[in-house]
């Protein structure tokens, strides 16, 4: 498989009955990245989503799982793929290790050892033996990824995940999602309507709009930094004198008692000596950044994220 992305979409699009679901998208998912998928109510997210694993066929374009296309080669491109599209399916009356070990089964290159593996990745040691009607939903979730991911996919699907979970399990559900690509290498794609979630969980997001991507931005890392710092807060004990001193620097002001203004990376240092030779005390100095929230709805106005 090709190491430089896991999937990687190239201008798909999706016609039903004379309209335009889906219209030329292109985006690619690495190794051990999460990649969030965001997008308003009917935006295309989930018919995206079905038309990677397979659930739904493309119009035109081509979906490539490593080196293998789903409209051409699915039977290959489709054995890399773990995926839970809707809630995960479980045995009730069965224990949750003999629905692995029956989903196993299927699969002769699943051993033991692995499900023994994916239980402690998932958290689930504990419960593993309980009957799947005792677990929370957010247990359930955890033995739907555990069952995803047994074959060792290069690539897991998960759309909208975290729904019903309480706040404890969306934030399990986050760190094993971010342990499972640092831990395994496996890339991570994942709708959901919860942004503060996916500004947590994810290292890009592709945010997509009447069936077209409108941006593909990172979340973590110095290139995140850049596309979301405009402006730097200085923690001062005298703002409104420090403000003074700094006249002529650029425009600046005093907001909820901190110094702001516009500066680069160079002019951050510039302006900190300034103000210590001042005898200005600076306690603290951080990017004023946009949330995801904030990004997300100055690109798509005031439509709602489902």
Same mark, same amino acid.
């Given at each position: 498989m090709a190491e430089s992305n896991v999937v990687r979409l190239q201008d798909v699009t999706k016609?039903?009955? /004379?309209?335009?679901?889906? !219209?030329r998208v292109s985006f690619e998912v690495r190794p051990g990245e999460v990649f969030g998928f965001l997008g308003p109510n009917g935006s295309g997210k989930t018919t995206t989503i079905r038309m990677i694993v /397979?659930?739904?066929?493309?119009? $035109?374009g081509d979906i490539r799982i490593g080196e293998y296309s789903v409209r051409t080669e699915f039977a290959k491109a489709i054995v890399h793929v773990g995926a839970i599209v809707e809630n995960p399916e479980m045995y009730k009356f069965?224990?949750? %290790?003999?629905?692995?070990?029956? %989903?196993?089964?299927?699969?002769?290159?699943?051993?033991?050892? *692995?499900?023994?593996?994916?239980?402690?990745?998932?958290? +689930? #040691?504990?419960?593993?033996?309980d009957k799947v009607k005792k677990y929370s939903l957010g247990m359930r979730q955890r033995l739907g990824v555990a069952q995803a991911i047994m074959h060792r996919p290069k690539l897991l699907v998960l759309d909208e995940p975290t729904n019903g979970l309480d706040p404890a399990g969306i934030r399990e559900?986050?760190? %094993?999602?971010? *342990?499972?690509? #640092?831990?395994?290498?496996?890339?991570v794609l994942v709708s959901s309507h919860l942004l503060s979630e996916m500004e947590l969980m994810c290292d890009r997001v592709a945010i997509l709009q009447k069936g077209k991507i409108i941006d593909v931005r990172s979340i973590r890392g110095? $290139?995140?930094?850049s596309a979301v710092a405009d402006e730097v807060q200085f923690e001062v004990d005298h703002p409104d004198a420090a403000l003074g001193i700094?006249?002529? #620097?650029?425009k600046g002001r005093v907001e909820d008692g901190l110094l702001t203004l516009a500066s680069d990376r160079a002019g951050i240092a510039a302006i900190n000596r300034k103000l210590v030779e001042a005898g200005i005390n600076v306690y603290g100095i951080r990017a004023k950044t946009k949330s995801?929230? !904030?990004?997300? +709805?100055?690109?798509?106005? $005031?439509?709602?994220?489902?």
């Open positions: 016609v039903i009955g /004379g309209r335009t679901i889906i !219209d /397979g659930l739904m066929g493309v119009t $035109s069965l224990t949750g %290790y003999d629905n692995l070990l029956h %989903y196993a089964r299927m699969n002769p290159s699943i051993t033991k050892e *692995r499900i023994r593996e994916v239980v402690e990745l998932v958290g +689930l #040691q504990g419960r593993i033996h559900l986050r760190d %094993y999602l971010r *342990r499972l690509a #640092q831990d395994e290498g496996t890339a110095e $290139s995140a930094m700094l006249e002529g #620097q650029g995801l929230e !904030d990004q997300f +709805l100055e690109m798509t106005g $005031s439509e709602t994220i489902g």
